[in-house]
């Protein structure tokens, strides 16, 4: 039933900005951590930037920063504001959200991702 909706993506030019929003649907629970991974073509996917219901973050070292996340907890929103954009930035970016059920249980929840083009 929850739903990841995301929002932002778009083409921009190296060097420019572009924000990334993430909406969570259809809980009634908050999520232990909200993030974002992307893929590019031919490449695996790969972490890009995490953040703790207690606003703990994590970056990958390709977007320490440049990047910044942050969430609302009351909206279940997850936003990712990208700076300094470079042409390897350029992937698909899915958001993604965890929660720990009371059993120790993981559950992972994915959007469907938004493309992300950095090109002159």
């Known amino acids: 039933q929850v739903q990841l909706v995301e929002s932002g993506g778009g083409l921009v030019q190296p060097g420019g900005s572009l924000g990334l929003s993430c909406a969570a649907s259809?809980?009634?629970?908050?999520?232990?951590?909200m993030g974002w991974f992307r893929q590019a073509p031919g490449k695996e996917r790969e972490l890009v930037a995490t953040i703790t219901s207690g606003g703990s973050t994590n970056y990958a070292d390709s977007v320490k920063g440049r990047f910044t996340v942050s969430r609302d907890n009351a909206k279940n929103t997850v936003y990712l504001q990208m700076n300094s954009l470079k042409p390897e930035d350029t992937a698909v970016y899915y958001c993604n959200a965890i929660r720990y059920w009371v059993s120790g249980v993981r559950f992972d929840y994915w959007g469907q991702g938004t493309q992300v083009t950095v090109s002159s």
């Open positions: 259809g809980s009634s629970f908050s999520f232990d951590a």
